[in-house]
């Protein structure tokens, strides 16, 4: 982050030497890296992240508790969707593979992936919030229910198509296996073979996928927030990189780290839960 | 001499009473939702460094001098002011008919605790440089002076401040309307230390206060209630939208969520004018677009060599069908429509392109170069749509005068990090005013930070400094146009085009006017049913 030529500062007007020197004072810019370093480290452990170059009203800690609750609850009902709609729709293109319906479902979902959210988010709010005038076109309202619809269906559409095609793909590789032929054998019904059997283990792709696919999702996206003018903590990730606000960015990350290894460790002991022959004993 | 500024003041219960005819026929609370264009780094007014931010800013405080609704400067909480002989000792009288907006009455302490803030070094203000002309400012921002009341900033008495500066400064009454120059509350900064500003401990003196701000959704201002015009403020809350993607903020303008919003999408310009010409407001504003051209590289010291890569620029279309957003093509450096000031423009103005392009190319063949032999130049200009595209162009168009152009660019901070160490050929650069005088677009020409290619005229320099003392607006407006008028005869840089304001303004909102500082403060505004 260092090394990325440009500093905090720089801005289109050149400042005299002796206001930067002031600024990088005032921001203990002025000590040894190394030094930088352990001051930040040292305020780590008591959960302060410093403040941040770029919105200085604010310190890191205050902007991403501001915008962490509302990406959250967003990208979990996005998340909601994607499985439920996306588990639904991978089952029903798998049990009936190479039918029409398959093709209509997995063109859609193909569509899904390839169009991405920069081009989604526009046509939701130009369809609905301008030309339909059903939904606010955009803002966050204080989180008004209406204007959360739109950017949960375009948090949540991209999910419904992964999980969708993950799941057709495993459970066609289920489905072929032979404990499910012995289960069949065994003269139970097919919708038991299906739920009980084979959608257990054509589950496990799916649940590696989600646990770095929610952390993803819940803290925010970029292009979504713009977009829609919501005040997530997504956009800190671009923005602050760009502003080379150092502890923004160092902040977003630690964070960011920090939900990835929580959503690993529970898709570990989702694990656990789904397949016997992964627990620990 | 001795100015009283009566005018003014007549303006400004001109401009009140014809608000006031607005109001009476509104009733009901009137709430604004304008879009600025981006995220307020800061509400300090020591800190803010953007118009976005200023926009809100310029709401809840006011200075000594103000700006009316087309932002010409009005008296503001001064009443009114004399200035001595020698144009150094400004003696204001402030308002006693206004409070901050906790009813504490504003005093001249407040304004001298707010400039001293401001220059400290402890506060690390970016913008404190623009008020170097007060005496002793510029050696306390040093930190060369460490004893602040040695500042030349003094409360006579509760309602006379008086201002001393170093040397007469012409454009000093323009330069208070900046927000640097703004009182702050001391009984609450003292307080609250940097949390002063948080919403529910800022307490402001201008005709708006601070309700709440959540960052990257909105920011919410009611009126002052001890703001002295109050009566005549029409508008009741004010909310502000961080709306930095413009292509949303359109479609919020549509969808009626927003009544006015700072620029819109380029790329639409030509749908807005078919659709909703009466709303897209693009007006002139003071800033130039150019290209600095390094002259520590001994390419670029010929001035045959300036001269033709200035002429063979079309700015007619780049900016009719490069831009097509209204933009002015720029024959001079410091933009038109300046009082008392008349532009000097480049000497091959009004020449046709092919004549122009004929000339170019003798001058590069003088100066040694053919076609076989292309001048190599590398063309600098920070991640843009609208940068690239013109520097596609420039290029296509240096071609012809046998110039073998490399772009490159960078991001923003990259790419005037370059400028900075002054690592470029030529490079994309661009100025809009900080206070409407030619001596803010000069100074880019004098050795001072923001001079990147290093242009360095003895003459020129002695003619700025001349001006710099001279009192008579009249005589130093020419001292600066003959300084102009060597800069462009030596090709000092290239101006490429005039920036422009781009607005979309509701046909709900009235008193919005046009105006070349694109100063739009709320309180002369109002909504129509």
């Given at each position: 982050m260092r090394m990325a030529p440009g500093g905090p500062f720089d801005g289109e007007r050149k400042l005299p030497p002796e206001i930067e020197a002031n600024l990088l004072a005032a921001y203990n810019m002025d000590q040894p890296l190394y030094l930088q370093y352990f001051d930040y480290l040292a305020g780590l452990l008591v959960g302060d992240f410093g403040p941040s170059f770029k919105y200085k009203d604010f310190t890191v800690t205050e902007l991403i508790w501001s915008g962490f609750p509302i990406s959250f609850e967003l990208g979990m009902w996005a998340m909601l969707i994607g499985i439920i709609f996306g588990i639904g729709f991978g089952c029903y293109a798998a049990l009936r593979q190479n039918t029409p319906g398959d093709y209509l479902v997995m063109s859609t979902a193909m569509a899904g992936i390839a169009i991405p959210n920069f081009v989604m988010a526009p046509i939701l709010t130009l369809v609905f919030g301008v030309m339909l005038g059903w939904l606010p076109a955009g803002g966050w309202n204080d989180g008004a229910w209406q204007n959360k619809v739109l950017p949960i269906l375009a948090l949540a559409l991209p999910q419904v198509a992964y999980i969708a095609r993950m799941t057709r793909g495993s459970m066609i590789e289920v489905m072929g296996a032979q404990f499910i032929r012995t289960a069949r054998a065994k003269g139970i019904s097919e919708r038991k073979v299906v739920t009980r059997h084979a959608l257990k283990s054509a589950l496990l792709p799916v649940i590696s996928y989600l646990g770095p696919a929610t952390a993803g999702v819940i803290t925010g996206s970029v292009v979504i927030e713009q977009i829609f003018g919501?005040?997530?903590?997504?956009r800190y990730f671009v923005q602050a990189a760009l502003n080379r606000d150092y502890t923004l960015v160092m902040g977003t990350v630690v964070f960011y780290g920090g939900l990835i290894i929580l959503f690993n460790l529970l898709v570990d002991l989702i694990y656990g839960w789904l397949d016997p022959q992964i627990r620990y004993e | 001499m001795i100015i009283k500024r009566s005018t003014l003041l007549r303006n400004t219960l001109r401009t009140a009473a014809i608000c006031a005819l607005g109001v009476s026929t509104l009733v009901n609370a009137q709430t604004l939702h304008r879009g600025i264009g981006g995220e307020p780094g800061t509400l300090d007014p020591n800190h803010v460094s953007g118009n976005w931010e200023d926009f809100v800013v310029g709401d809840l405080f006011m200075g000594l001098v103000t700006q009316d609704m087309n932002g010409n400067s009005i008296p503001g909480m001064a009443k009114d002011w004399t200035i001595n002989d020698d144009g150094t000792v400004y003696t204001f009288n402030l308002r006693t008919d206004t409070g901050w907006s906790d009813g504490k009455p504003v005093t001249a302490q407040d304004f001298v605790f707010g400039i001293q803030r401001i220059l400290n070094p402890a506060t690390a203000a970016k913008y404190a440089y623009v008020l170097y002309p007060i005496l002793n400012a510029e050696a306390i921002n040093k930190g060369e002076q460490k004893d602040l009341s040695q500042l030349g900033v003094k409360a006579l008495d509760t309602h006379t401040l008086q201002i001393t500066l170093k040397a007469h400064t012409p454009y000093f009454l323009d330069q208070?309307?900046?927000?640097?120059a703004y009182p702050l509350p001391q009984h609450v900064v003292e307080k609250h230390g940097n949390r002063w500003v948080k919403a529910g401990n800022m307490v402001s003196n201008g005709a708006y206060q601070l309700t709440e701000w959540l960052p990257q959704t909105h920011i919410k201002a009611r009126k002052?209630?001890?703001?002295?015009d109050t009566d005549n403020v029409a508008i009741d809350n004010v909310t502000y939208y961080p709306t930095e993607d413009r292509a949303a903020a359109l479609k919020r303008f549509r969808a009626g969520e927003l009544d006015m919003n700072y620029e819109f999408p380029v790329d639409q310009f030509s749908w807005l004018k078919k659709n909703m010409a009466a709303e897209t407001r693009v007006s002139p504003q003071l800033g130039t677009y150019y290209y600095p051209l390094n002259m520590r590289n001994p390419k670029l010291q010929d001035v045959r060599v300036r001269k033709a890569l200035s002429m063979a620029i079309n700015r007619e279309i780049i900016t009719e069908k490069v831009l097509k957003t209204g933009e002015i093509p720029a024959y001079s450096f410091v933009p038109p429509g300046l009082g008392n000031y008349k532009a000097q423009t480049l000497s091959?103005?009004?020449?046709p392109y092919g004549t122009a392009i004929k000339q170019a190319q003798a001058l590069m063949e003088q100066a040694g170069y053919s076609k076989d032999n292309p001048l190599a130049l590398q063309l600098r200009y920070n991640t843009h749509d609208a940068h690239k595209k013109i520097a596609v162009a420039v290029a296509a168009m240096w071609k012809k005068i046998y110039v073998k152009t490399e772009l490159t660019n960078a991001e923003v901070a990259v790419h005037y990090n370059e400028l900075k160490v002054s690592n470029f050929e030529v490079a994309r650069a661009g100025w809009l005013a900080d206070y409407p005088d030619a001596q803010n677009f000069l100074s880019l020409l004098e050795?001072?930070?923001?001079?990147?290619?290093?242009?360095?005229?003895a003459q020129f320099n002695q003619l700025m400094n001349k001006a710099a003392v001279t009192l008579d607006p009249v005589t130093r407006a020419g001292y600066m146009q003959q300084a102009e008028r060597i800069a462009m005869d030596e090709f000092a840089t290239i101006p490429i085009y005039y920036y422009v304001n781009l607005n979309l303004v509701s046909d709900k909102v009235k008193g919005w006017q046009p105006n070349l500082m694109d100063s739009h403060r709320t309180r002369w505004m109002s909504l129509a049913d």
């Open positions: 919501i005040p997530g903590i997504g | 208070l309307t900046h927000y640097t002052n209630p001890n703001f002295f091959f103005k009004g020449l050795p001072t930070p923001n001079n990147y290619g290093g242009y360095n005229n």
